[in-house]
């Protein structure tokens, strides 16, 4: 299985609805708190190589965007796959 990582914040309904295709899968995932002026936004901004917004979600370190990439992924089939899934 996937290692799951993603940056949210209070309040974002970009991150509740990714948290939501997550656990609709059934994915163990690690969700970090990171409001803006946070040392985890900062730390999400860095690995992303820049997205500024939230969610960012990681799979196997690999920085996937956010919410809508996470939609396209999963359109395409392509998100299974790169869970494990599959």
């Given at each position: 299985?996937?290692?799951?990582?993603?940056?949210?914040?209070?309040?974002?309904?970009?991150?509740?609805?990714a948290?939501?295709?997550?656990?609709?899968?059934?994915v163990?995932?690690?969700?970090?708190?990171?409001?803006?002026?946070?040392?985890?936004?900062?730390?999400?901004?860095?690995?992303?190589?820049?997205?500024?917004t939230?969610?960012?979600?990681?799979?196997?370190?690999?920085?996937?965007?956010?919410?809508?990439?996470?939609?396209?992924?999963?359109?395409?089939?392509?998100?299974?796959?790169?869970?494990?899934?599959?």
């Amino acid at each position: 299985m996937a290692r799951v990582e993603i940056y949210t914040q209070p309040g974002c309904p970009y991150c509740v609805h990714a948290v939501d295709i997550l656990r609709d899968k059934n994915v163990a995932f690690t969700e970090i708190n990171a409001p803006r002026g946070t040392h985890e936004r900062d730390d999400a901004i860095r690995r992303s190589g820049g997205g500024t917004t939230v969610p960012q979600i990681f799979i196997d370190e690999k920085a996937i965007g956010g919410c809508t990439d996470l939609m396209a992924l999963d359109r395409s089939g392509l998100l299974n796959e790169m869970l494990g899934i599959a």
